[in-house]
Nanobody, 121 residues
Framework: QVVLVESGGGLVQAGGSLRLSCAAS????????TGWFRQSPGKEREFVAG????????YYVDSMKGRFTISRDNAKNIVYLQMNSLKPEDTAVYSC??????????????WGQGTQVTVSS
């Protein structure tokens, strides 16, 4: 069992930055893939970025490339999502997920509760 807790969300102006954190407890975190997803009101949840267990491989949705960076610190059991040049359309609840998915997009076994990111224009 893995428990995931996100933090770092908040209100930011367009063009600003935020760093989200996903803290994990339970099973050995360094052995599993971690991903970030987001969901806006009225929209389906969408994949944002993923990172391999050792952090050497990452994958981003095209619209996030160059603006978002996923990283992990296995010594601290934390995965980060650095978000720069934020846009109002980035407003969403951001959740982290972990597991051994068949692809970057899923399916993931463990999910956090999410953290709200609001970008004002």
């Amino acid at each position: 069992q893995v428990v995931l807790v996100e933090s770092g969300g908040g209100l930011v102006q367009a063009g600003g930055s935020l760093r989200l954190s996903c803290a994990a407890s339970g099973r050995t975190f360094s052995n599993i893939v971690t991903g970030w997803f987001r969901q806006s009101p009225g929209k389906e949840r969408e994949f944002v970025a993923g990172i391999s267990p050792n952090g050497q491989s990452t994958y981003y949705v095209d619209s996030m490339k160059g603006r978002f960076t996923i990283s992990r610190d296995n010594a601290k059991n934390i995965v980060y999502l650095q978000m720069n040049s934020l846009k109002p359309e980035d407003t969403a609840v951001y959740s982290c997920a972990a597991g051994l998915p068949s692809s970057w997009y899923g399916p993931y076994d463990y999910w956090g509760q999410g953290t709200q990111v609001t970008v004002s224009s």
